[in-house]
């Protein structure tokens, strides 16, 4: 989470402003607006801090143990955090719960398991990024099932999640359950919110530029080469839907960077040191590569 930063900033800002303006009415304008000046700067402060606090408030608070078994259960990468970890991990679940709004079809209510689960895909994806953040508030909608190209409902049907450049997140509410069943490199709600963060530059291209790509030497080159073997079935740990396009790689390699991140380092040591680096963490132990902020 970027709340630490931004408190910094805002505050940073805020004293700026505060200054210059001061200095400002001071120069050029009547003795009274050298008071009103700073004071204006404060207020400026004070609303644009308001979401910080509210965040760092929500951490603070400790979550209910019922969630901590169920994401003990149903989470392995919870599983793997130490307590620090944990702790971090459950306080981005509250934060994102907090912040999204997780409903079913005509605004029915969501279990809350359900949300948890697609909560905690939140938290894996940014656990070893907490300069990043889901600054984008979007709608969830969690459908009973899966649905077709025509929104029409059922079991038999393929699409399980969609998520576009606007509008919210749609989630097949029997599939997010399915993808903490077990650890077999699907899971619905880290495939569709890898969209999210590729969408994050306006594009769902499999690169998305509000990363430090230049980190990652020979990205789109990498994406190329696995593209052409998922579509000669030679993808090795990645599966046949990631050959559609480099966005459904990118998004099926972060299901199993996450989900079979051993397989992954065994079979395709390339492709999970670029993930390794670009999410800043080790899956398989929660272990971050690299202390930021």
Known sequence: ????????????IGAIVAVLVAALVVAVAPWWLAVVGPLLGIA?????????????KIAATPVPAAWRELLDRRVAFYRRLGPEGRRRFEADVAVFLAEHPIYGPQRAEVPEDVKLMIAAGAA????????????????IVVHPTQWDHDGVPGDHHAIAGQVHAQGPVLL??????????????????????AHVLDLADGSADGSPDMFAWTAIPGWDALVK????????????????YAGTGPEE?????VEVFFE???????????????????FNLDPDTGAIRRPIG
């Not at 400026?44 to 760092?56: C, G």
């Not at 097949?172 to 919110?193: A, C, M, P, T």
């Not at 790689?249 to 390699?253: D, E, G, H, K, N």
Request: a positive charge.
């Open 1 to 12: 989470m970027l709340a630490r930063v931004a408190v910094r900033l805002h505050r940073t």
């Open 44 to 56: 400026w402060q004070r609303v644009a801090l308001a979401p910080v606090r509210r965040r760092e």
């Open 124 to 139: 894996m994806l940014l656990h070893g990024r907490p300069d990043w953040e889901w600054e984008k508030i979007r709608d």
């Open 172 to 193: 097949s509410r029997k599939q997010i359950k399915f993808g903490y069943r077990k650890s077999d490199g699907e899971n619905v709600v880290v495939h569709e919110l």
């Open 225 to 240: 080469s696995r593209l052409k073997a998922v579509r000669r079935g030679q993808g090795g740990p990645l599966r046949a």
């Open 249 to 253: 790689l990118f998004a099926v390699a």
């Open 260 to 278: 079979q991140p051993e397989r992954l380092r065994k079979q395709d040591p390339e492709l999970y040191e670029a993930l390794a680096t670009l």
